[in-house]
Each structure stands twice: as structure tokens, then as C-alpha cells.
């Protein structure tokens, strides 16, 4: 079963604008990780929040996680051309291996110049 | 740097063929993984292993089988590859912290398989 979520599934926007992509989860985790994909690559590691945490920033990037409802958020501030990617959450589950993640379907951002 | 390397970008096999897909990571880490992606499926973990020589199914491990004889390998095979096996694969590495959760996975660059 997924136990990531993203919305929306895609997302455009004009450079300059804030992209916000969302991610759901089923079950009690111990972190959420965010990743980014540009198209045909690997996947790469944008920031990490834990469950005790609410908010956390990194740069441009700014991630907020709400435990209760089972969500957290990826805001990316003053878009550029450079950000258009895939954006992915991930969990590691309270029932499951620390070392062992889930993934969701991912946000493909896509910003205009 | 770190770095995880994949021995093919792009792949073209028959089916019934045996596929041997490679994972070399250069960090020293205990943790690796085989996913494969397709769309509108995000990431599926195949196969993942903590240790040499010990490997644990994913949630897709039909049709695959996995190997790790050193540290810093780690390969998929597809015992005799089918059209359905035609994805973009992904290996993945990591440090394990003993438990605590929150490693960071480190990926190669995928390998595009064809199945024809």
C-alpha cells in the first residue's frame, strides 16, 4: 500500500511564485524525508524533519509536518526554471526497519520562465 | 563525494533472458537498495540488504533475486526478464544509525531496461 501520498500530482507555476506540494502518510512514522528527481536522474536528498519537529527550513525550502493529520508540506519560496523536477516524500514507519523507506508517487513541479 | 554508480544508463534485453543489474557504492555503507520506478506507481522497493551477504524482500520481489558478496555491491538479477520488468531502476544506499531512523538514501542514476 502507499504510504505517501503527494498533491497534486503536477504543479506549474511561473518563476518567482511559491511552490507548495503536499504528502500524506498512513501510518505513525519516525521521520519524513523530502527528495527531488530531475527527469531520468536519481533521486536526491532535499531535507529531513522528524516526528517531534513541526517545521523545518533549508534555504529556499521550507518543510512543515503535522503528526495529528498525517502531513507534511514542501514549500519552495521564489521559484526558478531549475526547480522543475519530481518532488517525493518518504517515510520510515514505526512498524518497519529504520533503514527501510516509502516512498510516494511524487509532484512533478514544473516552473516557467 | 558520495557517490553510487550503476553499470548501465540504458538497457535493452529479450524476454527469457537472465539480467544482471550492478550497484557500486563508494561510502562505505551498510545499507542498500534495489527500487524500480514507474509512472503514476512512484517508487516500489524491490529487494534491500543491511549487511553482506543478507538481503530482505521489498514489497515487488517477484520475478527478482538480489546478491551481495562485498560491502560496496549490490545486484539485481532478473532470473529470465519479462516485458512487465521493462521500468527505469534505482539503486539506493545508506548509513545505518543502529535503528534510530532518518537515514538519508543515496541513489545512482537509474538504469532504463527494456524488455523486448
Known amino acids: 500500500s502507499q504510504q505517501g501520498e503527494e498533491d497534486p500530482q503536477a504543479l506549474s507555476i511561473q518563476e518567482g511564485e511559491n511552490a507548495t506540494m503536499n504528502c500524506s502518510y498512513k501510518t505513525s512514522i519516525n521521520n519524513l524525508q523530502w527528495y527531488r528527481q530531475n527527469s531520468g536522474r536519481g533521486l536526491v536528498h532535499l531535507i529531513l524533519?522528524?516526528?517531534?519537529?513541526r517545521e523545518k527550513h533549508s534555504g529556499r525550502l521550507r518543510v512543515t509536518l503535522d503528526t495529528s493529520k498525517k502531513s507534511s508540506s514542501l514549500l519552495i519560496t521564489a521559484s526558478r526554471a531549475a526547480d522543475t523536477a519530481s518532488y517525493f516524500c518518504?517515510?520510515?514507519?514505526?512498524?518497519?526497519?529504520?533503514?527501510?523507506?516509502?516512498f510516494g508517487e511524487g509532484t512533478q513541479l514544473t516552473v516557467n520562465p | 563525494d558520495v557517490k553510487v554508480t550503476q553499470s548501465s544508463r540504458y538497457l535493452v534485453k529479450r524476454t527469457g533472458e537472465k539480467v544482471f543489474l550492478e550497484c557500486v557504492q563508494d561510502m562505505d555503507h551498510e545499507n542498500m537498495f534495489w527500487y524500480r520506478q514507474d509512472p503514476g506507481l512512484g517508487l516500489r522497493l524491490i529487494y534491500f540488504s543491511y549487511d553482506v551477504k543478507m538481503k530482505e524482500k521489498g514489497d515487488i520481489p517477484e520475478g527478482y533475486s538480489v546478491s551481495r558478496e562485498k560491502k560496496e555491491r549490490f545486484s539485481l538479477i532478473l532470473e529470465s526478464a519479462s516485458t512487465n520488468q521493462t521500468s527505469m531502476y534505482l539503486c539506493a544506499s545508506s548509513l545505518s544509525l543502529a535503528g534510530l531512523g532518518g537515514e538519508t538514501q543515496y541513489f545512482g542514476p537509474g538504469t532504463r531496461l527494456l524488455v523486448l
Open positions: 518518504a517515510t520510515d514507519g514505526r512498524e518497519t526497519s529504520g533503514s527501510r523507506l516509502t
Open positions: 524533519i522528524r516526528s517531534n519537529e
